[in-house]
């Protein structure tokens, strides 16, 4: 697995086995619609655990049959490809209709896949039947549980197996800055990745991952350690974007959840679209620093400045809630402005460490506070002693204050944007919490 990454635990299994009653079971929630009717759950439907204080991340992917029509074909196709990005596996089978052809081939796809995983023979309903339901499964000679995910009998032992894998989760110190590259299929991810590791001063050395196909590659600049995740050149494996959507906001999500910095890349001929809102939303409800990259700067090379001024337009169109993103231009085929957009990594590697005195800082923020106090709070007047800083990466600042319930986000928004613009820290994610004071 991807080392400090999240492990990544698929259900699989034929269609109507309670793959997706499982998948509820272990998140708590009925994210993943049940139903008995076969082939429900097509999509890849993923969420985040937790058991006994360990993380991980739980996939229901949809029932694999050896049906011939083309949905069912493309399931089974994007299920088997998707089982190279995980973890382990849990493998369901429905001891009620007992053993089949479609769970043979299951245990087979298991197998090839060279993942550990565990056979949950469900639907065992009555508690007496737990020692003996196993019966005909065990000719695979493979861990097997077997239990009723809906009469909560004999889940322990499923808890029990996750937790062992948990456990043999290796995690290291965080090397180097981590930035990462998402967007839209198409952008230009993958070229702007080997145009960055292409150039001279960097030095290069690249490991796979099995987090949904990520490749981290560690490298030098200007005599500083990186990181860069890239989730590219997915897309063009898949025949149906149901499927592939899925997996691609699997592999966006967990990128943003690691990196300190994302650059989000837009197509410049096409520009900002909802579906790079929808990112941008992951980026800053993640707390994540993040540059917008807008690629195919060489197919407006004859009118640049007219192709600059209407592409940053349409962003201040679509990013209307986001004002002080930096911007950056750039050709992933031709390289053109992939020195300048590096700087301007560098330049937010060094904002995100900014580490502001207590004094500086209050003499700043007294000056804002006294010309735009914070609005009345009821009848009551909410009064601020002192701003601090607490941590980098991102800056985080507690304000201390007589009545904090009565500092509002409309306040606070207000306090961050000034902060921003004072030390210049466009595009890093800021967060002031306000505590009572004995002042």
Known sequence: MTVGANPIFAIIGRPNVGKSSLFNYLVEERRSVVKNQPGVTRDLIYEEAELWGKTYQVVDTGGITDALDEISQNIREHVIDFLKSVDYLLLVMDYKSGLCPEDREMVRIAKESGKPFLLVVNKVDKSHELDIAGGEFYEFGVPLVSCSVEARLGMDQV??????????????????????????????????????????????????????????????????????????????????????????????????????????????????????????????????????????????????????????????????????????????????????????????????????????????????????????????????????????????????????DGVDNAYRRFLIKRIKERWGLEGIPIRIFVMKSRG
């Open 159 to 404: 808890l029990e197996w996750i937790h062992e894998r948990l456990g043999e989760r290796v995690v290291t110190e965080k090397t180097g800055f981590v930035f990462s590259i998402v967007g839209k299929p198409n952008v230009g991810k993958s070229s702007l990745t080997n145009k960055l590791l292409g150039e001279k001063k960097m030095l290069v050395s690249s490991k796979a991952g099995t987090t949904v196909d990520a490749v981290d590659f560690a490298f030098q600049y200007n005599g500083q350690d990186y990181r860069l995740i890239d989730t590219a050149g997915l897309r063009s494996r898949a025949k149906r974007t149901d499927h592939i959507e899925a997996i691609s906001a699997f592999k966006t999500q967990d990128s943003i959840e690691r990196s300190d910095l994302v650059l989000l890349m837009i197509d410049g001929v096409q520009g900002p679209s909802d579906q790079d809102t929808k990112i941008l939303q992951q980026i800053t409800d993640a707390q994540k620093a993040v540059i917008l990259v807008v690629n195919k700067l060489d197919l407006g090379e004859d009118q640049i400045e007219e192709f600059r001024k209407t592409t940053r337009e349409k962003i201040a169109r679509e990013f209307h809630f986001y004002t002080d993103i930096p911007l950056c231009f750039i050709s992933a085929k031709t390289g053109k402005g992939i020195k300048d957009l590096f700087a301007k990594v560098e330049e937010v590697r060094s904002k995100l460490s900014v580490r502001i005195s207590t004094n500086e800082l209050n003499e700043f923020f007294m000056d804002v506070i006294r010309k735009a106090p914070a609005p009345v709070w009821g009848f009551k007047d909410v009064k601020f002693y002192y701003l601090t800083q607490t941590r980098q990466s991102p800056p985080s600042f507690i304000a201390f204050a007589n009545h904090p």
